[in-house]
Nanobody
Framework: QVQLVESVGGLVQAGGSLRLSCAASGTIFKINDMGWFRQAPGKQRELVATITSGGSTNYADSVKGRSTISRDNAKNTMYLEMNSLKPEDTAVYYC???????????????WGQGTQVTVSS
């Protein structure tokens, strides 16, 4: 099995910054793409940012320019740093990782339990 554990989000004032982490553990041969998603109340889950195993990144327009996704492959850990936070960034943030558990086989998407981020105005 594979577990993804996110750091605690918390309450941040608008204009502030936040750094989330996501650590993967368990039976892991290789982690391919990793990403952060978020879901606000009454809305569908949406992509925030993704990062490949080689470090290529992709961001949603809503966070581009004020967010940085990174990963430490040696630690099977991913990070998301968000600056200039806005009330509309309030959501439950989920990490996801496409994990290959054996040298031969496909990668399956695993999800973290989610962490609440609340931005106050």
């Amino acid at each position: 099995q594979v577990q993804l554990v996110e750091s605690v989000g918390g309450l941040v004032q608008a204009g502030g910054s936040l750094r989330l982490s996501c650590a993967a553990s368990g039976t892991i041969f290789k982690i391919n793409d990793m990403g952060w998603f978020r879901q606000a109340p009454g809305k569908q889950r949406e992509l925030v940012a993704t990062i490949t195993s080689g470090g290529s990144t992709n961001y949603a327009d809503s966070v581009k320019g004020r967010s940085t996704i990174s990963r430490d492959n040696a630690k099977n850990t991913m990070y998301l740093e968000m600056n200039s936070l806005k009330p509309e960034d309030t959501a439950v943030y989920y990490c996801a990782a496409d994990v290959q558990r054996a040298p031969i086989g496909v990668a399956y998407r695993n999800w973290g339990q989610g962490t609440q981020v609340t931005v106050s105005s």
